[in-house]
């Protein structure tokens, strides 16, 4: 395995902010807490760190009763031990997709992992814990998975499973039809443990949030990584002063994340979530439908849920005794994270690095201080087939990031007879002798007359590079493989014009290269690199 990293500022689409925030630039410093890097502050942190005792039993209490339930290995009850004792948490999290998600899921869990055995190796006792977001309502992100078939394209595997409109997927529970999806799943894989490990966890019976899981106690148990389920009506009510929080202040909430949005955009920021003046921080289940809760156009002692009013006693009572009716919404979410655990820094990507400096000012209202965030590892994986190709057509990774049109022009232009290459390679190297000596000629004529003769001379070698452009498409139409390869890579590397680990199912990895890969990947990360890495295997 051999790694390079690759400067997120190279890589299409990604915003100012997180640049910004990964090189700790002194306009982004107001809204977060501690810099990118881990250890410049977990001792600090673990220090100022109270976390109420009683809490502390209680949330052992919770997650050795859900870790049970799936099976984990030994090494996550004893994690569990240890947090009960006083250990502190790296806490991760995300949606319950379809046979574990995309590959940045595994990420995720492999960064807590490794930031934990950072601290505890610095004598800060830390353990890694994984937020199961159950509670998300959106079927439609987690009802799927893409596996590459043997052409490099993926193959977008379905569940048709269903539950109420808009529930919590946590609730959505598997028929015989996930039988289906598993069956075509392992068609794809070929035989493997990982495969094997599929079948196990997704079956009828089960939930999205439970198999998900299943799988991850199964792939992550030698790391013991503590699994927890957001859904758990026990956790609601330990939340329930948070949720009361959130009505009792909405007024004062919306104000500060209205202010904290202005301030965003005024330093040339962007908002992930919108905030308006009749936002709240919590949704609420009604008809099994999990509905946000809106403050009410005419007052502040009144809100709405699902179109019906509701008083601001009466919803305070309502959370009160009904606490697992009530769920945070992601500004809020990881807040109540942090109240429920004692967390020294949560990690994640690009998304959510944006949600923390929004929910900063929540994290200050509620709780007094404000978690760190930390950015997950992020990589693409080449395997050994587009290791060749890349090699054979003299690309770079980044060669990619124009779309399979474009990288399939650059494959037939690199293809190109080598004396037509020389041609345009002396051709482009004789214009810009000639063109120089003509603007030094000029401007002892005429200074006025360089400008001219500049954009003369880039006319020039836009219709040059248009011939060879010409030239590369006649090369691709004698060679049919060229067009084959180039989907092949971009189906590969960079599918559907989006970073690989946000589309390919991690299990696709792990199914090809064993689960002896997570270890492989732990050992890649690198704490100096904050940025992309391009991992060849």
């Known amino acids: 395995m051999k790694s390079q990293c690759l400067p997120f500022s190279q890589i299409p689409h990604s915003t100012r902010l997180f640049l910004d925030f990964l090189a700790g630039s002194p306009e982004v410093r107001q809204f977060y807490p501690r810099s ?5 502050g977990f001792m600090e942190a673990a220090a100022g760190l109270r976390y109420d005792s009683a809490r502390r039993e209680q949330m052992a209490a919770i997650l050795e009763r859900q870790n049970k339930n799936w099976n ?31 590959m940045f899921a595994l990420f995720k869990a492999l960064t807590a992992v490794n930031l934990a055995d950072q601290a505890s190796s610095g004598g800060v006792d830390c353990v890694p814990i994984f937020w199961l977001a159950t509670e998300d309502h959106d079927l439609a992100e987690v009802n799927h998975a893409s596996i590459p078939g043997s052409d490099g394209a993926l193959q977008k595997l379905t569940t048709s499973s269903q539950g109420v409109p808009d529930s919590p997927v946590g609730r959505i529970v598997f028929g015989t039809e996930i039988e289906a999806a598993v069956e075509a799943a392992q068609g794809l894989l070929g035989e493997s443990e990982v495969a094997d490990f599929l079948g196990q966890a997704y079956r009828p019976g089960e939930t999205f949030g439970s198999a998900f899981a299943r799988l991850f106690a199964k792939l992550f148990a030698e790391w013991g990584v503590i699994l927890l389920d957001a859904s758990d009506a026990d956790l609601h009510r330990i939340a329930g002063p948070l949720y009361r929080g959130a009505i009792e202040r909405a007024a004062e909430l919306d104000d500060v994340l209205l202010t904290r949005g202005r301030e965003l955009e005024s330093a040339g920021y962007h908002q992930q979530v919108k905030v308006t003046p009749s936002s709240t921080l919590l949704f609420a289940l009604h008809n099994g439908a999990r509905l946000p809760v809106h403050r009410h156009a005419n007052g ?28 945070p919404n992601v500004l809020l979410r990881p807040v109540v994270q942090d109240y429920l655990l004692p967390t020294l820094a949560y990690t994640g990507g690009a998304a959510e690095v944006a ?10 209202t509620l709780l007094g201080r404000q978690t760190p965030i930390v950015p997950r590892f992020s990589a693409t994986i080449v395997q050994q087939k587009a290791e060749t190709l890349l090699e054979r057509y003299r690309l770079n990774f980044v060669d990619l990031f124009h779309g399979p049109d474009t990288l399939c022009e650059l494959l037939g232009r690199n293809m190109l007879p080598q004396d037509l ?22 401007a002892q004529l005429d200074v006025t007359l360089v400008d001219s003769a500049k954009t003369a001379g ?9 011939l060879r452009s010409r030239a590369a498409r006649a090369e691709l139409r004698q060679s049919e493989i060229l067009d084959r390869h180039a989907k092949f890579l971009s189906n590969t590397l960079y599918p559907n014009k989006t970073l690989q680990e946000r589309e390919v199912a991690g299990i696709y990895f792990l199914a090809r290269h064993g689960t002896s890969l997570l270890h492989e990947l732990y050992e890649a990360i690198h704490t100096d690199c904050l940025d992309h890495q391009v991992i060849s295997l």
């Open 421 to 442: 290459q020389s041609a345009f390679d002396a051709t482009g190297t004789s214009l810009d002798k000639s063109l120089a000596s003509i603007r030094e000629a000029l």
């Open 458 to 466: 880039e006319k020039m070698h836009y219709q040059l590079n248009q």
């Open 36 to 40: 990118a890097r881990f250890d410049s």
């Open 300 to 327: 502040s002692d009144k809100f709405v849920i699902g179109g019906e009013t509701i008083s601001r006693a009466d919803l305070l009572k309502q959370i009160e005794s009904e606490s697992q009716g009530f769920s």
């Open 355 to 364: 949600y923390f400096a929004q929910a900063g000012v929540v994290y200050e």
């Open 72 to 102: 984990v290995s030994a090494r996550t009850l004893e994690n569990i031990i240890r947090l009960r004792a006083g250990a502190f948490a790296v806490v991760t999290g995300q949606q319950v997709g379809l046979f574990g998600g995309p």
